[in-house]
């Protein structure tokens, strides 16, 4: 496979490389046209060229007659160019991907820069502008809030409640330390004459220090996730670069404010503290409001599924602008708003429209991103440089020092308060990846013209960002390998894991009641409560409460069975337990057994047409299946053990009189609203249908247990009105040929990231509930007759059985 | 009621609970008055379970946060209680209540009952309960073993998951 493969890059390779040299060609012919007015804002068409680009049009002047061919370049100017550049910048992104090593190395910001350098080169050779991408409008308004919406929305949001001081005591008081550190060492370095900076008066310099003091450790961040190291340090460093955005944003204010005045007062620092305070505790407010709203209009959304992903991108967007508008923290806002809708809005909203959601905020977030790398190579050619050595050395030298003891200082500080302190290794790999990118670029192009010295800041502002993110970015990852950072595995996909954490929480909580602590168990424990009791009701549609075991549960189930389907003999594999288990059934008749074959055909068939949707999901999703092997096995003793019970449970009485019972046990549901009551009939509906496939209505259902990996599965809920046809269960006669009727799709279970496409998506039960389990162990046993009655749908959500219950929780 | 505890917990005691468990003097004191505020019949002891107050602070001490640089200092000659197979054991123990060194289906399914809550019917939480066991069942006596155990936790953050910050 190797050389194969190898060749098949070689050639994609060279392809790609004349493929972007094309690209380079062609755009750079294209705006080659005379462009008098550079656009500063890509929304506005510029009608008025006509004149300056009539030269360009070429046979209409000659000709008296129709024109075959004519050329508007004018109209479609703008989207064009951004078109262009897009599909550029994503060109190269495929092209660095063609080798796997290469972006092993180098992180891809760093590429992108690099061709973004050679791309500028050409034009600057051909004395073009390039557009003004990095202008202070176009940049803070349609650039940064895909970003900011990307971070907020795939926050691993235990991790950062759980270290939630230590991130935002790194943003706030580590930028500030960094920038007036930074400011100030600057300044003392301007009162030496031979570097000839003097002019540049401490307010510039503070200035200077606080754009440069904002981390993007983006490159880092990609590291860090392969690498992966533990869960501490991932968040402290995400986090710290998601927060750090407000606060450097603020700094950036107050110090310009500041240069423009000639004296600063106490009284404006004091207000410029105040100011901070408004700005981030208004920010969070504003996208606790919005993010509320969006959850609340998604639990209305279920008859306008095709346009559900808007009202996400347009709260979260609204609150980016609101907060804009008031001059408070914008980013604050939407990283608040996506972080509160996301959890209410993946209950609400259909699987599409999540699915949809993630993958527009992905796309939109890369994209961005990807062009801000890129501009920055290419503005780094086209601008005006001031080259100051001493200068930009010292920045770069001050830059370094005053992170590194800043995170030794405050890590001093804030660790005797964390429970899992963080170690010197980690606080150096914290230190080293603190590398600056887009926000560090965009504020220093958003100086006013009028700046002091405002070319030698943009150089070094530039220098400093291509030095961290090529030197750093490259060496971090042999270095994060070298020094052996703790790691985590991030593969916990496993019952066990989950069952067992779980247990461990419950039991630190009561420990930390014993010893009659606070600890954070205890207000996650109380915003668990307060969640429950009233937000849920406000803003979830459909308010069923799940374990995260059992979501997690039915996700390992459905992967199994996946995986059983995927398997070149799929249909088959499944069939011999059938038919195997068939022959050990002494009593079952031939025809029965004829008619189970083509039932299983059917049944696949069913299940295929609902689970392939659940493929192409799962094919998103980052994280791989549980290996393959391992799966198999848990699935072969499932087989095994499902033959077992069967052998025991033989003689078992048919389902027509559970199923009359259960049926008319819904049909009394107390209090239960009608909607709900549907919900349960829809669903065991879709049971009966599966049923029928597999078992005559005289024929033992043991034989319906035996296509166990299927067994615990809801099918999707799809937006059409489901057809709710009530009874008609009772007896196999009546049971219907309807379409298995989806179930609200469940929140899986808390990692956040990793679910992408995880979630719980469950195809019906295969019937075989209405037996009892494996011999009784015994441990309930007055829960066995009420047991039966429900056994058909074990998944259902249960207001319907509370009342039978005589177990305390 | 804090001079009364001190008068109450005699040095050697202290210092004989900080060799056992690993805490310092003032956690001990703390903790001590905790215990007595928690003992409300006076006897020395907690609920009928007779949990004496050296009971009680051994199990606290399974909780501690583990520290890298016991390493440094000469190694005790025993496991101390923090340690990571200590704190398995711990939770392996809230599982196997008849103390037979195994978790059977049962006690899981106890287990599991008390944490999933009253949604969720006997048939899918044994049927959970099954996959676990299956998952972590090496040698195929249905049941999990503590070394079965330890094995499916091996690269879980046990250290972090299960200590707690005890205040001075």
């Known amino acids: ?809 | 009621m804090g001079s009364r505890a001190s008068t109450l917990l005699r040095e050697e005691e202290i210092e004989e609970i900080k060799k056992e468990t690993g805490f310092s003097h003032s956690q001990i004191t703390r903790l001590y008055s905790r215990f007595t505020s928690l003992d409300k019949g006076e006897n020395g002891t907690l609920r009928e379970d007779q949990v004496n107050f050296r009971g009680f602070m051994r199990t606290l001490a399974h909780f501690r946060p583990v520290e890298d640089n016991e390493k440094n200092k000469n190694p005790p000659t025993t496991e101390p209680l923090n340690s990571r197979t200590n704190k398995l054991l711990f939770a392996f123990r809230l599982y196997d209540l008849d103390r037979d060194d195994k978790i059977s289906r049962d006690e899981l399914l106890q287990v599991l009952r008390m944490m999933v809550g009253v949604n969720i019917s006997d048939e899918q939480l044994g049927s959970i309960a099954d996959r676990t066991i299956q998952e972590a069942d090496q040698n195929g006596d249905n049941c999990i073993s503590f070394q079965e155990f330890m094995k499916v936790l091996e690269k879980v953050d046990v250290e972090q998951k299960m200590s707690i910050r005890f205040l001075h």
């Open chain 1, 1 to 809: 496979m190797e050389p194969f493969v190898f060749l098949g890059n070689k050639s994609g390779a060279s392809w790609m490389t004349f493929a972007l040299i094309l690209c380079c060609a062609v755009g750079t012919c294209e705006l080659q046209e005379p462009k008098p007015t550079v656009p500063n804002d890509f929304q506005t068409v510029s009608p008025t060229q006509d004149d300056i680009n009539k030269p360009q049009v070429f046979p209409e002047k000659e000709k008296t007659n129709l024109p075959m061919f004519t050329l508007h370049y004018s109209r479609i100017q703008v989207p064009f160019e951004f078109t262009m550049w897009v599909l550029l910048a994503s060109f190269a992104k495929i092209g660095f991907n063609i080798y796997q090593k290469v972006t092993i190395w180098i992180p891809e910001s760093c590429l992108l820069i690099g061709i973004g350098l050679i791309v500028g080169a050409i034009m600057h050779s051909v004395k073009e502008e390039p557009p003004a991408v990095l202008s202070s409008n176009v940049f803070f308004l349609y650039m940064l809030p895909p970003i900011v919406l990307d971070s907020g929305y795939f926050m691993p949001t235990r991790p950062f409640f759980e270290n939630v001081g230590t991130v935002l005591w790194y943003a706030v008081v580590g930028t500030l330390w960094n920038s007036i550190g930074i400011g100030l060492s600057l300044f003392a370095i301007c009162q030496f004459e031979v570097f000839g900076v003097q002019d540049i008066n401490l307010q510039e310099n503070l200035l200077f220090a606080s754009i440069i003091s904002a981390v993007d450790p983006v490159a880092a961040l990609n590291v860090f996730d392969d690498v992966g190291v533990n869960e501490q340090m991932y968040i402290v460093i995400f986090g710290e670069g998601l927060f750090n955005d407000a606060v450097t944003v603020v700094l950036y204010s107050m110090f310009a404010f500041m240069t423009d005045m000639p004296v600063v007062e106490s009284i404006d620092v004091f207000l410029g503290v105040a100011r901070f305070f408004v700005v981030g505790i208004g920010g969070t407010l504003f996208g606790f409001l919005f993010g509320f709203v969006a959850a609340f209009t998604s639990r209305f959304t279920n008859k306008v599924r095709e346009i559900e992903p808007l009202f996400i991108f347009m709260f979260s967007y609204l609150s980016y602008l609101v907060a804009e508008l008031f001059a408070i923290s914008s980013v604050m806002a939407i990283i608040v708003c996506a972080i509160t809708m996301k959890y209410y809005v993946e209950e609400n909203v259909s699987q599409r429209s999540c699915t949809t959601i993630r993958h527009v905020v992905k796309m939109l977030a890369t994209i961005s991103e990807t062009l801000i790398f890129f501009f920055l190579g290419v503005v780094t050619i086209t601008t005006e440089h001031e080259w100051n050595w001493a200068y930009i050395l010292f920045t770069l030298l001050f830059a370094f020092m005053w992170r590194g003891l800043g995170i030794l200082v405050l890590t001093q500080i804030v660790n005797p308060f964390r429970t899992i302190q963080l170690s010197l290794r980690d606080q150096f790999g914290l230190a080293y990846g603190g590398l600056r990118g887009a926000i560090c670029f965009a504020l220093v192009f958003t100086l006013p013209e009028s700046t002091n010295r405002r070319n030698l800041f943009v150089t070094a502002s530039i220098a400093i960002i291509i030095f961290t993110v090529a030197v750093q970015g490259i060496s971090i990852r042999p270095i994060v390998e070298c020094i052996k950072i703790r790691r985590t595995n991030k593969d916990l996909n496993t019952i066990n894991v989950e069952i067992h954490t779980r247990t461990m929480e419950h039991v630190i909580c009561g420990i930390e009641d014993l010893c009659g602590q606070w600890g954070h168990y205890y207000w996650k424990d109380k915003f668990k409560k307060f969640n429950d009791r009233v937000l849920r009701r406000i803003l979830l549609r459909d308010n069923r409460a799940e374990s995260s075991i059992v979501s997690l549960y039915k996700r390992l189930e459905l992967q199994n069975a996946i995986e059983l389907l995927d398997t070149p003999m799929g249909d088959i594999s499944a069939a011999p337990s059938l038919v195997s288990l068939q022959d050990e059934k002494k009593e079952a008749s031939r025809p029965k057994k004829k008619f189970l074959a083509a039932d299983i055909k059917k049944m696949h068939n069913i299940l295929s047409k609902n689970m392939y949707k659940i493929r192409h999901r799962t094919m998103v999703s980052k994280y791989n299946l549980p290996e393959d092997s391992r799966t198999r096995e848990i699935l072969i003793r499932r087989h095994a053990s499902i033959r077992r019970s069967l052998r025991a449970g033989s003689f078992r009485e048919q389902p027509a009189q559970s199923i009359a019972k259960s049926q008319k046990y819904y049909s009394l549901q107390p209090g239960g609203n009608l909607d709900s009551a549907f919900a349960l009939r829809r669903q065991s509906h879709a049971v009966s249908e599966l049923e029928h496939l597999q078992s005559s209505g005289a024929s033992p259902r043991s034989s319906s247990r035996s296509l166990v990996p299927l067994k615990r599965l809801n099918t999707i809920e799809e937006p059409t009105a489901a057809s709710e046809h009530p009874g008609g269960r009772a007896g196999s006669g009546s049971r219907g040929r309807k379409p298995p009727v989806p179930a609200p799709r469940r929140r899986s279970s808390r990692r956040a990231e990793e679910e992408e496409e995880n979630n719980v998506v469950s195809e019906h039960p295969a019937g075989g509930e209405e037996q009892d389990p494996p011999p009784p162990q015994g441990w309930v046993p007055e829960n066995r007759d009420p047991r039966e009655n429900e056994a058909e749908d074990p998944l259902l959500r249960p207001s319907s059985r509370r009342p039978q219950r005589s177990q305390t929780p």
